[in-house]
């Protein structure tokens, strides 16, 4: 997971002095994300982000990786971390030059990302 450049006092940071390990932020304006590379031939059906709180946003996006740009949303504008119910919106296609791009807006420096996965069928 990666924090987006405007962010203030950006610094993700892996908590590793409790029993829990997982990446907070410093600000709770911060958003982290992910790409993920789905090979040609198989579909991304869900997309599931563990995490301490079940309230976190989470955005799934289909990343042109020639020119940067993002499709519209392609994940259920309601999904949220620890959903493990819920299919994409529109599932995705693996492709050449494409990717996952995973978007999540922890809103709080007390919130901890544990990680995550990416259901996939071949298509």
């Known amino acids: 997971l990666m924090q987006k450049d405007t962010d203030p006092s950006i610094n993700e940071t892996v908590e590793d002095d409790t029993s829990n390990y997982g990446i907070f932020v410093g600000n709770a304006a911060c958003e982290l994300y992910a790409y ?3 090979p040609t031939g198989y579909t991304a059906k869900k997309v599931v982000i563990y995490s301490s709180h079940d309230d976190i946003p989470v ?3 289909s990343l042109n990786l020639t020119d ?8 259920d504008s309601t999904l949220e971390t620890n959903d493990t119910d819920k299919d994409l919106a529109t599932p995705y ?3 050449n030059r494409t990717a996952l791009f ?3 807006a922890l809103q709080s420096v007390s ?3 544990y990680g995550g996965f990416v259901t996939i069928e071949q298509s």
């Open 36 to 38: 993920i590379d789905i």
């Open 68 to 75: 940067g740009t993002i499709s519209g949303e392609i994940s």
């Open 111 to 113: 919130k901890l990302i």
């Open 102 to 104: 995973i978007k999540v």
């Open 93 to 95: 296609q693996g492709a």
């Open 59 to 61: 955005e799934v996006y």
